[in-house]
């Protein structure tokens, strides 16, 4: 398990600060000129952004920005194996408005991030998954009673190689 996460507070001080805001960082398996990484275990990684929520009037929810997360082979002759599958989540969730039904207290944006297995930039760079790929990179909006909920947008979710190269599920 690998996590990247950013976790946003929330706000409890009526009418001025605003809830936090948790943006994921970046988790990153890579082989490079050569090497090789086995993994015979199930993996997961995560770079998760969760925002603060508004626990009081006057406050929005925060917004929850996915990271990012590569697993690559590069530079010839490099290889990511995973025996199992891989969870891969860049996730981000927007922070709950607090409901106050005159204050406009929206809910928070949430955005999700990127999430790249690729193999590149030489002959024979391979990464072979021998289960399944899960990649979630799913924007959740928070909600909010009776302002606008959070807007939910999703991230980008992408499998790229170049040359004499492979991936393989």
Known sequence: LARANGTGADSNLANSVASGNGTGGIVMLEANNGG????????????????????????????GTGGTIRV?????????????????????????GNGC????DDGGI?????????AFG??????????????FS???????????AGAGIGGSADLLITGASTISI
């Not at 090789?36 to 917004?63: I, M, R, S, Y």
């Not at 039904?101 to 406009?104: A, H, Y």
């Not at 998954?129 to 990649?135: E, M, R, S, T, V």
């Open 36 to 63: 090789t990484l086995n993994f015979n275990d199930l993996v997961d990684l995560n770079a998760v952004g969760n925002a603060g929520a508004a626990l009081v009037a006057g406050v929005d929810g925060g917004n």
């Open 72 to 96: 690559q082979a590069t530079g010839g002759s490099s290889i990511v194996n995973f025996a199992q599958n891989l969870n891969a989540s860049t996730t981000g969730f927007g922070g709950s």
């Open 101 to 104: 039904t005159v204050c406009g």
């Open 110 to 118: 949430g955005r999700g991030g990127t999430i790249q297995v690729s």
């Open 122 to 135: 030489g002959a024979g760079n391979a990464v072979s998954i021998g289960g399944d790929l899960f990649a």
């Open 138 to 148: 799913e924007g959740v909006g928070g909600s909010a009673e009776s302002s606008a």
